[in-house]
């Protein structure tokens, strides 16, 4: 009895050993793609407008670089079917290490790039052209890394040590804006127009050669090797997933809007709108910094969360958070004082962002069979992000040209969009493992 417990001790240690590793694995890895994709998006509102799109008129040109990050989000939807297609078939790990090249040159590329200055039309085009590889990229990244440790992860834990990559992406925005924020306080203005904005771009190969070397010492998903031996990958996962799961499909997109666009908004486009009004660039990168650092702590507790009271309570509570709080956070940032707008960025983006995006990691892949997982993952992901966060990036241009500046149009978006996903989370199954199967069942069978 003795020898039989210590055996299923050590099996244990084992195991959790392993799936800290490859959790920590996918962290690493999607931290170095969102780094190279909100590396443009803060260089977008601060540099890009007269570098690449010069215009009198010094709004449009910062307008029309920032247009260009929302290009990034088209690409993403066919890169996560694409990419999802590869993980059923051919394997989660190969198309993760496709996909961090893919980025990762990307953003290395940008800081290479000759100006308008320099190449007159073909700086923005080639721009563009990245922006778009870029958003192919990232389009199958996500899916693929909470994927591998979703697959890993023992049932009653998943979401705790799924929650872990979902770290990366805001490890992944804190990087650049550091970087551009101590760059910004060394260097002159003139020298960070002139060449301290390639600084971050170039810094990204580091990142990069990082995690592929730890992707490439991770192996592959257990429960894909399994349905590969069986021949269960033989399929048309996109189809399936299309043919087979439409309401999870639509109701999966409804939940992920409200995420995907308080994301964008609270990091990227609310720099945009502080720029319009003449607020500080600085407070607002400080508050930024100090609530994704919190958020980063936040993103595994709530995914514990999740694993004792449900996916869907902890989700459905974080959607509504950020309804509520969207008029009442643009009326602290307007304030311009530092303390009332770091409160507003802790609560949408400390709490109301984490209580979304930490239960994602575990719901979203149990609500489809594993063989056509990744294809099913990246259609909601992706398509929810184009919705959420590339149509709002290109609305939000057209917000502040139209309003001159004001928050109300940006604001009624959110609460719309929040809208759209209380609706979407309720009418989707609980998935968490006191309350999985008899809820799964009935819903599949309606």
Known sequence: MTNTRAIASAETNDSTSVIRRVASASAIGTAAEYYDFFAYGTAAVLFFGPLFFPSSDPLIGTLAAFATYAVGFFAR????????????????????????????????????????????????????IIRIIQGFGVGGEQAGAVLMTAEYAEPRRRGYFASWVQ?????????????????????????????????????????????????????????FAQIRETKAAESRPVMEVIRNYPKIIVYGVAAKLIEACSFGLFTVIILAWGKVNQLSDTLMMQTMIVAVILEIMAIPL?????????????????????????????????????????????????????????????????????????????????????????????????????????????????????????????????????????????????
């Open 77 to 128: 939807p066919l890169g996560g079917i694409v990419f999802g297609h590869i993980g059923d078939k051919v394997g989660r790990k190969k198309a993760l290490v496709i996909t961090i090249l893919m980025v990762g040159l990307g953003t290395f590329c940008i800081g290479l790039l000759p100006t308008y200055e320099k190449i007159g039309f073909w700086a923005p085009t080639l721009l563009v």
């Open 167 to 223: 770290i990366g992406a805001p490890v992944g925005f804190l990087l650049p804006l550091a970087l551009f924020a101590a760059l910004t306080a060394l260097l002159s203005k003139e020298e960070m127009v002139d060449w301290g904005w390639r600084i971050p771009f170039l810094l990204s190969a580091l990142l990069v050669i990082v995690g592929m070397f730890i992707r490439l010492r991770i192996d592959e998903s257990p429960v």
């Open 302 to 446: 709530m995914g514990k969360l999740s694993d004792r009271i449900g996916r869907k309570p902890v989700y459905m509570t974080g959607a509504l958070l950020l309804t509520l709080s969207i008029f009442p956070f643009f009326i602290a940032m307007s304030q311009n004082i530092y303390w009332i707008s770091q409160l507003a960025m802790i609560v949408v983006l400390t709490l109301g962002h984490s209580m979304c995006y930490a239960p994602q990691a575990s719901w979203f892949p149990e609500l489809f069979p594993t063989h056509i997982r990744c294809s099913g993952i990246a259609l909601i992901w992706q398509t929810g992000s184009l919705i959420g966060g590339g149509v709002l990036g290109l609305t939000a241009v057209k917000i502040l040209q139209m309003s001159g500046g004001h928050y109300y149009g940006l604001a009624a978006y959110v609460v719309i969009l929040g809208l759209v996903s209380l609706y979407g989370i309720s009418h989707l199954p609980e998935t968490a493992p006191v309350k999985r199967c008899k809820e799964l069942h009935s819903w599949h069978k309606s």
